[in-house]
């Protein structure tokens, strides 16, 4: 029972609101004698950071986290480990306007269905700025998960414009602004985004997020089936609609002949598959080969464009957002993604070791 | 921390092979006071059972189920109810050969990976029998939900085939072996099932399942969104490889102007949304629309063109089914499609009382 | 989040009502690979079984369990192990006249103010009945932490007589129906338990149980401490008032210099104490020491004097039991008190290991 | 699934080190449209706080708390509350000799063999530092429950000195530093305290705790019952080894006909009971009555008596505290009792309007 809490072992509780005094989150369940320090978690942070290109929000946060507890000496001692970001660029004055109204595509009337008030500053609860507590406590298991796994994230598809897979290269990825593994595509994203950006409009994107390393073995079928906890762990990523495994939707379309992922004798006795339409994942289990995920984020919903909606008191209004925003909010999302990657395979790691040893 | 209970407040615990001697579920949390008699739960099972037309295995189990507690002269008492159905139909020699095979696509090799051994009879856990008790225990759900909100399912994709969107009707879904919703594309997909039948091949599906009639304020974000739980519930169906809400991956391509869901004033002062491409969830909340998810399932991978794989000795092997098998394992997920989605939005239903009151 | 579930990562989820048709748990979490199968429960089931003496309730249950899923050719799987106990001997005309009266000391009342109504038939979900799905769990518990740990309780006290702790002895224990440990006092028990059975009253008890092997290290502080989850384990035992852990209630009595397990070098340099008034857990985890707790048992509410009470309609009424009972029900609570210690540290090896490794 | 997480829907996660730069915890679950501010909790923590009279540590801590989270305009969101209280007289000198010490009583030793490392500054995680977070939580928990339940605790047992229960009287208790309800034994035992402090001894206590006004139904059959998790509550606060319900271990001396809570029609229809050794809970469920629970502080462990123990490297030692103690540690309990109690009922209404609307 869990509103605010992810993870079976590896349990992370985030607070804070997008304009309260600060943001946090405590990681239980970390196991002792890890090296860990605010070194290991701030590169993670300043990837997801706003501000850092022209295509994100203009939002100025240094993002500088703190470790308030969990730590001692550098090393992680088995207790909670508390992590704390503070909140300086603030504006509040900026979301004034909405506090009356529901912006189209925001969590902005859910909230005051549901809880009858919400602090409607920056989004509150609902902004994305909660990920950065996901990116924090994912830095933390990484440690946990080691060397051996790694798990990357890139934005495959902007729009109406995917990449071509023959150019995916994981180091353009980590080159460009856009996470984008394409060269070519990155430069003619670029170029559309900055169109897209300066007509205050926006533009969907799918992540793709791969865990290379994961021994097969880790999952809990029935109901903590790897591929289930990764789709829960995704779709609660801000704005995302869908998520896939493997061949994901296109796996529908296809037939037994197709879909089978052969296999043959591989080195030192593991089997070697011949191709990865499950994407690692077999019955919740990991097979021991990559594991692939991909999520679809929605467009920003705070546009310049003028659209109907209704305010508090029901009655009818126009909503057009003149705060920073992002125009492409699936560009931050990469970070996230792999550390709800990490978090849920540090999760299952534990998980897999408590019940087979 | 659960492997095999599904649900916060409504749990539900299965357990069971295959082809033991039984499967069943405790249902944990249920409300006292509901009617609730087999005759409640039947229906349901059957319209998932089994050899009911020529498209689906031709296992024959009359999947009778039995209440053994929590019900007390037809009435819930609020105590756990234990739903049990006895296995008939075993022919576990069918199954025999595959006892040092691993079949490709199925969760052989990962079972034996994670636990050392395997219950290989008809894939012992890990087959789709499980899922009798999700919609045993889904009957249930809907009565938690009462008559206010109606749940239910179609396969509106079967292989490269779509459905008509102009020809959607819930009622031929409810007429067709296949529940496809399009009454024209129902003829084609039988002829063309029939032919991937004979042919012993496989295909893939679609399902989508929509609530109507959920108030607005269920789900519990951060990390019990409502997108977030039904992402997990019905990845955790078998074969099941995508999950999307509303738009879902397509909202990818969408910008900000076409995705927004522009609101009017309804009518008692409610929000009149006029598109749906949230799906009926913001920030994790329902909205009072629909609740709309589809998702993905592969073709069965039990198929009788020989595919290469390896015995459980690391050997090279080539594996084809002869055992009874559905050709569109999709077709047997539309009721478990329901199940799921009525045990997720029941469990919503508490834990927003539990909160808000 | 569990109405009727114990446990963190070894998760029994018990159902059934003492006059239903059945009662069964699922051990959901067991480790793959133990040998299991009735013979391995049963003997704890029928030390627990009504009937066995004249001191306990004269109900003929035979209690014979039967294993439906989680093992496979007498291997457990790693899937959810299910137990089945059919009821035999319910006799419910005993019971029909209390189904509009509450009586003092049950629940009756009780239930019927949290869900408006209960299965009155021998006291329903509320029965002690449901412990002997403890044992059996506790049976596949005792597997789990193998030879190393051995896991003991005995009567220390009934009604105002204690026993002589310089006569301790488990081997009398194990040889006498009221598991009096002191070979003197269990003759004195035995000669009263007569007599207040043939007066038709009662008399409460105390429990010790033990557990000795436990490495040092077991625990999960602060809200999972090994003590916590103990006193949680068996206060849930039906009749139980009151908990200790090592000196217990006295600890309020002594001085800092008398409470004070001194520490000396051991053998091994693992350190051996000089005492154990903290009951072998300090800051919630275990030393290495024996685990000792025990508990008080009231005495059997039903009784022959008429005691005073209300029926459902709060008209005033006189209750005497005239059914079968227990005139002690702590010496059934012996072999339950064992199930329980061996869950709580079964469950507490495996989440050590999955922290700790 | 929670090592440092408290509670079913109404859930606490704590962090902090007692020598760390802060504690704090998330009061995740809370109910929407509270009034609160840090001015509604301050007063507990000061009841609590160290240095308050010449009986408790005189660490001096002002145990100023913040409200980071979950408030917006001075009422709760429905979102995580989160609290802070920065550490201020650390000291760590004072305890750097026990770096390489195991204290006899404490849980140095059993932290090194379950983590491999501790934090040894003042006892790091395992200090009673910790129960100021309870206590900052049992605030939020009593405005959950509203004005219709109270909920207070009282020192009844010093050492070997009771309480006359004739002069009983809580607004005796509220006034004297010890929180003795006998105002005759408050001052016996005020002089009895400032021997032991001289001496540099400790002493034992145990603590009543009482919650009026709860009605009928709160508690979840079987392994929620309401006095599980009392019993749980209580036996995780630092240094207690007993936890009592109603007449507690002194039932086991009880006959059937003296423990029988007998009962009368009382006014508007509900049951009157006419004594109340069931301490407000039948079959783990609150009955209307009071809820009464006891629980068994040990002394001090730390004691300038020296007590032989062992160093990290196994050898021996004798250990005794100069630094800063409490003679006894019961009285800064009560507080952190009401805190517990709190949690528990504000959590089991919400659990019963979950499951019973």
Redesign the interface.
């Known amino acids: 029972?869990?509103?605010?809490?992810?993870g079976?072992?590896l349990?992370v509780?985030?607070?804070?609101?997008s304009h309260?005094?600060?943001?946090?989150c405590?990681v239980?369940?970390?196991?002792?004698?890890l090296d860990l320090s605010e070194g290991d978690i701030q590169p993670f942070l300043d990837k997801r950071r706003p501000g850092q290109s022209r295509y994100t929000t203009q939002r100025r946060e240094s993002d500088t986290v703190?470790i308030?507890?969990?730590v001692?000496e550098g090393?992680t001692?088995?207790?909670?480990?508390?992590l704390m970001i503070e909140n300086i660029d603030q504006r509040s004055k900026d979301y004034g306007d909405i506090a009356e109204t529901?912006r189209?595509?925001?969590?902005d009337?859910?909230?005051d269905?549901?809880?009858?008030?919400?602090?409607y500053r920056g989004g509150?609860?609902?902004s994305a700025r909660?990920t950065a507590m996901r990116v924090a406590a994912g830095a933390i298991a990484r440690k946990i998960l080691g060397g051996g796994v790694t798990v990357r994230a890139a934005m495959v598809?902007m729009?109406?414009h995917g990449i071509d897979r023959d150019r995916f290269d994981w180091s353009v990825a980590a080159q460009n602004p856009l996470f984008c593994p394409d060269a070519v595509a990155a430069d003619v994203w670029a170029g559309e985004l900055d169109a897209?950006r300066k007509a205050g409009?926006?533009?969907?994107?799918?992540i793709e997020v791969e865990a290379t390393g994961v021994p097969?073995?880790?999952?809990?079928?029935?109901?903590?089936?790897l591929?289930?906890?990764?789709?829960?762990?995704?779709?609660?990523i801000n704005a995302?609609?869908?998520?896939?495994?493997?061949?994901?939707?296109?796996?529908?379309?296809?037939?037994?002949?197709?879909?089978?992922?052969?296999?043959?004798?591989g080195p030192d006795?593991?089997?070697a598959f011949?191709s990865n339409?499950?994407?690692g994942?077999?019955?919740?289990?990991?097979?021991?080969q990559p594991v692939v995920a991909r999520f679809?984020?929605?467009?920003?919903?705070?546009?310049l464009?003028p659209?109907?909606?209704?305010r508090k008191d029901?009655?009818?209004t126009e909503v057009m957002t003149k705060g920073r925003h992002d125009p492409c909010v699936?560009i931050r999302a990469v970070p996230v993604a792999e550390a709800m990657m990490a978090l849920v395979l540090a999760d299952h790691m534990?998980?897999?070791?408590?019940?087979?040893?």
Chains 1, 2, 3, 4 share one sequence.
């Open positions: 029972m869990s509103y605010n809490t992810f079976r072992l349990r509780t985030t607070w804070g609101e309260g005094p600060a943001i946090g405590t239980d369940g970390v196991p002792p004698g703190r308030l507890s969990g001692f090393i001692t088995g207790t909670p480990v508390q529901y189209p595509g925001h969590a009337y859910t909230y269905a549901k809880y009858g008030l919400r602090d509150g609860r609902s909660e598809r729009g109406p897209i409009s926006s533009v969907g994107a799918v097969a073995g880790w999952g809990a079928p029935i109901y903590g089936k591929d289930a906890d990764l789709a829960a762990a995704l779709m609660s995302v609609k869908g998520v896939e495994i493997g061949a994901g939707m296109a796996a529908a379309t296809l037939t037994g002949e197709d879909n089978a992922d052969e296999i043959v004798p006795g593991a089997p011949l339409k499950a994407g994942i077999l019955g919740g289990i990991s097979s021991g679809a984020v929605k467009p920003t919903s705070s546009i464009t659209r109907r909606s209704i029901g009655s009818a699936g534990m998980l897999h070791r408590a019940q087979c040893g």
